[in-house]
């Protein structure tokens, strides 16, 4: 294994990232903990995989992102079912159905003591062929946890963070498996992401293949319009977000209106207020796109309280169940 010499053990972001973020933390392949390794609990430091891993030059390898409230992972069973669903659009099985994928992501949460935090779940081919065929690849599935606060800090998601529009798009349904959660779609996200971070913006808004609005690099958009609707585009070509639907369920149970729908960018300028949903976001306010602005507002507001005590979260809920 090279010596890359490490002098520090801390992560330097970019100013937005830094700014706005508050997560320096130790490099991921240096740290105490346990992750739960083709069923068996391994030393942090020891869950390793070959370079000539398939995942590694052909992006064979599918994952979840999950929250942890109060020692709760949110939505467990249906990341499990969309992490097997998404290994099937790859193409390989997971050899692990979600009842079990289930229980390894509470073993290993338990085996590390995580109260609050996120749940990282990985499936991918392995070393057996190394080549664009890989029907004979061994399926690995690994789950890390560890101590994650919000994706932004409490004064962004409540100020609202900034916007900018990438160059890149997210690709046609005809092109690549795109309601996979798949680890080669999210290149193109690292590409927007550090883009708009270089010009100072927090995160990038991505438009599809024709132009219209899709996502940001990691959680839907929604957007109050003028005519006092809840807005949001119609996933057709990029994840219908869990933490998505369930807002979508508070904002009915609201008596929101709903209008799932083709967005057009020049439509923005009519947002009375914009967030996004996901489950590192949570539910953050947008407070800029390409220089025009938004307020966070009461539904926004509403939303994320909602939002919070669905997962168990605010401070109100935690004194009613108790």
């Not at 507002?297 to 009613?320: H, N, Q, W």
Request: hydrophobic share 40%.
């Amino acid at each position: 294994m090279p010596n890359n010499d490490r002098k520090s053990k801390i992560i330097l972001y970019s100013p937005a990232f830094e700014k706005e973020n508050y997560m320096a933390a130790p490099p991921f392949d240096d740290r105490d903990g346990l992750i739960w390794f083709d069923g068996e609990m391994v030393d942090w430091r020891d869950a390793r995989l070959h370079v000539l891993s398939h995942a590694l030059h052909y992006a064979s390898a599918v994952f979840e992102g999950e929250r942890v409230y109060g020692g709760n992972i949110f939505k467990l069973t249906e990341h499990s079912e969309r992490l097997a669903a998404s290994a099937a659009m790859l193409g390989f099985d997971i050899p692990y159905g979600a009842q079990a994928i289930d229980d390894a992501c509470r073993e290993v949460l338990a085996a590390n003591g995580i109260v609050d935090g996120y749940v990282r779940p990985i499936a991918w081919r392995g070393t057996e062929m190394m080549g664009v065929s890989a029907q004979a690849t061994t399926i690995h599935l690994a789950i890390a946890t560890w101590p994650w606060p919000s994706y932004f800090s409490p004064e962004a998601r409540m100020k609202g963070i900034r916007l900018k529009t990438a160059s890149w798009r997210r690709p046609s349904p005809d092109t690549a498996p795109v309601k996979a959660k798949a680890a080669g779609l999210y290149m193109i996200c690292t590409l927007s992401k550090h883009a708009a971070e270089a010009q100072g913006f927090d995160d990038a808004l991505m438009l599809d293949w024709r132009g219209r609005v899709a996502e940001s690099t990691g959680a839907n958009i929604f957007l109050v319009m003028d005519d006092g609707k809840l807005h949001t585009p119609t996933p057709d070509c990029f994840l219908d977000g869990i933490t998505r639907r369930t807002v979508i369920e508070l904002a009915k149970g609201r008596g929101l209106d709903m209008v799932e729908r083709v967005i057009m960018p020049d439509e923005l300028r009519r947002a009375k207020e914009v967030f996004l949903t996901g489950t590192a976001a949570e539910v953050t306010a947008v407070g800029e796109i390409d220089g025009q602005r938004y307020s966070p507002g009461e539904i926004t507001r509403t939303l994320m309280e909602d939002y919070e005590r669905k997962v168990g979260k605010s401070p109100a809920d935690a004194a009613s169940a108790a």
